[in-house]
């Protein structure tokens, strides 16, 4: 099972583009990303996910790099609902053993300042 | 679609006592999954159920249990509470284990205060 490694804060201005990045330096070949977003007092909810290179949704962008030993969640212009905790995930997706792997960790605490 | 439903939402018990929390998954779900969030711990797995199964387990004591009714909806169960329960617990469903980690979906959980 891959360990990530997120900042545990991050403070941003309205409007301006906040990358997260997370570090898993043994990610294994099978082994997709997986970012979540949480609200306080609600559950996490899935952002996006990719395996290689750039992935774009109406939420956020992912970019990994050619050796996966890192991901940048990239949120565009971002807003006060924004303020959140994003966790990043690495495992793989289609394994048939279920969410053991799904290892959530502490994630990174995003505040936007307005 | 209603989305996954969790009851009681809050709840205050005392060391010793035990507890029952209910999960109502996503319709035509089959995978729930449990976790408890701690401040200083994260959010970490306790248990995985299907098709009334239990399928995986984190590493939790055995005062922590579970179960899936036939209908998909889950119950988990606390004995002998202990001040370190006290926790936001989440239940998540998903269509089936494989499809966990893009089409999990959370409650809004409950939250159990330990006196």
């Known amino acids: 099972l891959a360990k990530t490694t997120q900042p545990i804060s991050m403070d941003s201005y309205e409007g301006q583009e906040v990358n997260i990045t997370c570090s898993h330096n043994?990610?294994?070949?099978?082994?997709?990303i997986t970012w979540y977003q949480q609200f306080p007092s609600q559950g996490p909810r899935f952002i996006i996910q990719?395996?290689?290179t750039k992935v774009t949704n109406e939420v956020a962008s992912l970019f990994i790099p050619a050796d996966r030993k890192s991901s940048t969640l990239s949120l565009p212009r971002v807003s006060l609902s924004d303020t959140a905790v994003y966790y990043c995930?690495?495992?793989?997706?289609?394994?048939?053993?279920?969410?053991?792997?799904?290892?959530f960790g502490t994630g990174t605490r995003l505040t936007i300042i307005p | 679609k209603a989305g996954v439903t969790q009851t009681p939402r809050y709840l205050i018990k005392t060391r010793g006592q035990q507890v029952t929390l209910s999960c109502s998954p996503i319709?035509?779900?089959?995978?729930v999954s449990w976790y408890q969030q701690t401040p200083g711990q994260g959010l970490q797995f306790l248990f995985e159920?299907?098709?009334?199964?239990?399928?995986n387990k984190g590493n939790f004591p055995g005062r922590f249990s579970g179960r899936q009714f036939s209908n998909s909806r889950s119950e988990m169960n606390v004995s002998t509470l202990e001040l370190g329960d006290s926790a936001l617990y989440l239940c998540?469903?998903?269509?089936?284990?494989?499809?966990?980690?893009?089409?999990?979906?959370f409650g809004p959980g409950t939250r159990l205060t330990v006196l």
């Open positions: 998540a469903s998903s269509l089936a284990p494989e499809r966990a980690y893009n089409e999990q979906f």
């Open positions: 043994n990610i294994a070949t099978n082994d997709y």
């Open positions: 990719g395996y290689k």
């Open positions: 995930l690495v495992g793989d997706v289609k394994s048939n053993f279920g969410n053991e792997k799904l290892t």
């Open positions: 319709s035509g779900h089959r995978s």
């Open positions: 159920y299907f098709s009334e199964t239990q399928r």
